[in-house]
């Protein structure tokens, strides 16, 4: 018998490819503006120091695979991005990680998508706010089945892009990422104390833009596969 006032929420665990185990998230972590033309787009440019925000574990919608699945348009929004990202999950942890060790933490990787009220974003950013309504609202993080790095290798290149409803959006390399992943990894471990169940979002490339109701959203990572994911 629990002795908590409250019912306990559930862990979130995502499917694991080839397993019957799933992956239990602890915290979401988020790079932004990684690619250096996503950067330009936003008005910026140049290596600056990477940032991070978060999302909360709940915000995440497991996407099955091999079949679509679905988000809701969210509420007090009429600009809903889509930010097409590989998703980095951690079998381990710690503070002050090395670069050259960092990808020793590294479980497996996923598909992910960091879905943005952009017009809630820019007007906390005008107004100097946090942007978790941008950002950490629900359904706001579709990610696909995590594919274990003992299967896939460690994936430090290869294409990444987004289609919706059939034209191409995104189209970039994981090579081209201002931060690479075990960058990633070394610095964000500096700021807070990594664990096994973290996922990190690593950042989009250009050409991130808006979807409706009834849009059909295909993203790819080369190794990875895709996923499909409706707004409904």
Not at 76 to 99: C, D, F, R, W
Not at 119 to 124: K, S
Not at 173 to 188: F, G, K, R, T, V
């Amino acid at each position: 018998m629990s002795n908590y006032a409250v019912e306990v929420p559930s862990i979130v665990g995502l499917p694991i490819v080839g397993s019957d185990q799933l992956f239990p998230v602890r915290r979401v972590y988020c790079v932004g503006r990684n690619y250096a033309e996503h950067a330009k787009e936003m008005g910026f440019t140049g290596r600056e120091d990477p940032f991070f925000f978060c999302k909360p574990a709940d915000a995440l919608v497991a996407i099955p695979a091999g079949k679509p699945g679905q988000i809701r348009y969210p509420s007090k929004t009429a600009n809903l991005h889509y930010e097409m990202e590989l998703v980095v999950a951690l079998g381990s942890g710690g503070v002050n990680i090395p670069v050259e060790q960092a990808n020793d933490c590294v479980f497996g990787y996923a598909l992910g998508l960091d879905m943005t009220r952009r017009d809630l974003q820019n007007e906390c950013k005008k107004q100097g706010r946090p942007w978790e309504i941008g950002k950490g609202f629900d359904e706001s993080g579709p990610i696909g089945p995590i594919h274990p790095r003992a299967l896939t290798g460690t994936l430090s290149q290869g294409s990444i892009t987004l289609s919706v409803n059939g034209t191409q959006k995104q189209t970039s390399d994981l090579s081209q990422m201002i931060w690479n992943i075990p960058e990633s990894i070394a610095y964000l471990s500096g700021l807070f104390e990594l664990k096994a169940g973290d996922l990190i979002f690593s950042g989009t490339p250009e050409g991130v833009g808006a979807v409706v109701k009834g849009d059909k959203m295909i993203g790819h990572v080369a190794g990875l596969g895709e996923f499909e994911v409706h707004v409904v």
